[in-house]
């Protein structure tokens, strides 16, 4: 058992998933073996290499398993296989003795949440009404004038509820109508599901990524949700609506109680949930006595606008509120969210490398986000997204954060000698991983230089965060053992800045630098900080 113990504010921070690094593989986009323009498993197992050469401990690996692939896998038919889009069972054997010979491990995106239509679970539920596999999934009827039970709208748009035809009773479905939920309330379900996950833990993966973990249980009297007063036009028409019965109810803990019970039932793994909720809603999902998930994926840096000031606050209000024994976690980037590079910019990319791998807790970086991928404009009649395709009158696909990582400057920059799956960047010739590779000034060598001080130093990946100041422009914070302080101070913004915090003076010596001017200078209490300029310096 790893648990740290409960009520203790000793969590030691040496379990690999603490000290660690995750990495997103999205896999369609990574790197093909075939030529069928679609990235495979072969095809990470071919660059485990450069993750393990980047500084990553860990590889996330999103849904390879047999699906429609309606939404691109997150809609499953059968959690115990690999779809040959992506390979074999043996290639899937291979990728994770591969991983495991390098010293890294590898986590499964788990989505129990919803099924494909296409799954013999749901086929049979809705054979007909007495069916066994029936109540596996929610269904109800309709109303005196044939509507759905409530108001619940689903993700990609439209009603939650779909009309089923045969046996004359709606089912819910919190993304597309092809992906029907699941009933958690029945313990047949729980059994079924903690079953797979046993079957890929006897396997020897790592752990998982919990996909959409607080939308598991659903009011059990189908309550109307509230609207949504701030509901904006150009958001998903899911926001129309608060989904204070939809989801987060407080019997979610106890499913995902039995889920650590399982996990921890094997040596060092880890359970990751996938939820967008505020921060004290969030940190609940550490679980009482921390039997929760042990990283509930902190979103911040990716939903926050790109301000200081807001960026700070947020640091101290997660600080502040995680639970005695919950290990902190930042995510940077996903499959589901504008790149970064995107939303702040070149140079504020770097910064960002800078915050994210000098804060306290478990970083999940997104593939490409290392090489300061763009999102990547597709047209209209190339769109793929059912989230984009479903709300054709707003801008939603997410296609534009999906697309190839370039490897090279050959054709497809090495991604497929086919054709990929989704269009690439236009200077892909430019950026790609080579090229940085080659540069000693890239943001690829500034995340490999950030990552290996972060795994020198254990003031860094596990020291303690004290912070220092804030601004519309600057933060600055420490990160501290009892042995080393480090401070750091990041510019969030083009424009210079005297950094001389009055209630705080230091002196030391800069260790890494975003620009030229400060490299191996010593400072205090004073520094002139240009536009887009981070420092981290070792104080005496
Ligand atoms: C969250 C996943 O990240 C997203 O890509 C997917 O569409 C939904 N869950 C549904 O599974």
């Known amino acids: ?8 504010k000793t969590v030691s921070g040496d379990l690999w998933w603490q000290k660690g690094i995750i990495y997103e593989v999205y896999i369609r986009s990574f790197n093909d073996s075939n030529g069928d323009g679609i990235g495979d498993l072969k095809g990470l197992t071919e660059k485990l290499d450069y993750l393990h050469d980047l500084g990553i401990d860990c590889v996330w690996v999103t849904p390879f398993y047999q699906s429609p692939m309606k939404d691109f896998g997150y809609d499953i038919s059968d959690f115990k296989s ?54 596996w999934f929610i269904w109800a009827d309709a ?28 089912y819910y479905h919190a993304f597309l109508k092809e992906q029907p939920d699941l009933n958690w309330r029945n313990p047949e379900v729980q059994e079924a599901v903690l079953e797979e996950m046993r079957f890929w833990l006897d ?83 550490y679980g009482p006595d921390n039997q929760g998930a042990q990283l509930p994926f902190n979103f911040q840096l990716l ?69 300061g991928m763009q999102d990547v404009k597709i047209p209209k009649n190339e769109m793929q997204d059912p989230q984009g395709l479903h709300m054709p009158d707003k801008d939603l696909s997410r296609d534009p954060f999906r697309s190839p990582m370039p490897w090279n400057d050959s054709a497809n920059a090495g991604f497929t000698t086919g054709k990929p799956w989704l269009r690439m960047a236009k200077n892909i010739d430019k950026l790609n991983v080579q090229a940085q590779q080659e540069d000693p000034d890239s943001l690829l060598a500034l995340y490999k230089k950030l990552i290996a001080l972060r795994r020198q130093e254990p003031a860094l990946h596990k020291g303690r965060y004290r912070p ?68 981290i310096i070792e104080l005496e």
């Open 468 to 535: 220092v100041y804030s601004d519309d422009k600057l933060i600055a914070y420490l990160r501290e053992t009892d042995e080393k302080r480090f401070l750091i101070v990041l510019n969030l913004s083009d424009k210079g800045r005297q950094f001389a915090p009055e209630r705080f003076k230091f002196k030391g010596k800069v260790i890494l630098s975003l620009l030229p001017d400060h490299e191996n200078e010593t400072v205090e209490n004073e520094i002139r900080m240009k536009g887009d300029e981070g420092l």
């Open 303 to 371: 939903t926050l606008p790109w301000e200081p000031k807001k960026i700070a606050i947020a640091i101290d209000q997660y600080e502040g509120a995680l639970p005695n024994s919950g290990w902190p976690n930042w995510v940077i980037g996903n499959h589901d969210q504008s790149r970064l590079a995107t939303k702040v910019g070149e140079a504020q990319a770097r910064v960002a490398a800078m915050l994210l791998l000098t804060l306290r807790g478990t970083p999940t970086l997104y593939y490409g986000d290392e090489i």
């Open 1 to 8: 058992m790893q648990s740290e113990k409960p009520g203790s």
């Open 82 to 135: 690999v779809d040959k889009m992506f390979g074999t069972m043996k290639d899937f054997d291979e990728l994770l003795h591969e991983t495991h010979k390098r010293g890294m491990k590898l986590i499964l995106d788990q989505v129990p949440n919803h099924t494909s239509d296409q799954h013999e679970w749901f086929k049979e539920a809705r054979s007909s009404r007495d069916n066994p596999k029936r109540d």
């Open 143 to 170: 109303d005196a004038e044939g509507n759905p039970p409530n108001n619940w709208l689903a993700m990609f748009g439209g009603s939650a509820w779909e009309w089923d035809e045969k046996t004359e009773q709606f």
């Open 203 to 285: 396997k020897g993966v790592d752990g998982f990524r919990v996909d959409v973990m607080w939308h598991l249980i659903k009011d059990e009297y189908f309550r109307d949700n509230p609207d949504n007063p701030d509901y904006k036009e150009e958001q998903p028409t899911y926001n129309q609506l608060q989904p204070v019965y939809s989801t987060d109810q407080p019997e979610v803990h106890d499913i995902i109680e039995k889920m650590r019970d399982l996990t921890d039932s094997y040596p060092e793994r880890v359970l990751i949930g996938e939820i967008y909720l505020p921060i004290h809603q969030l940190v609940s999902y």
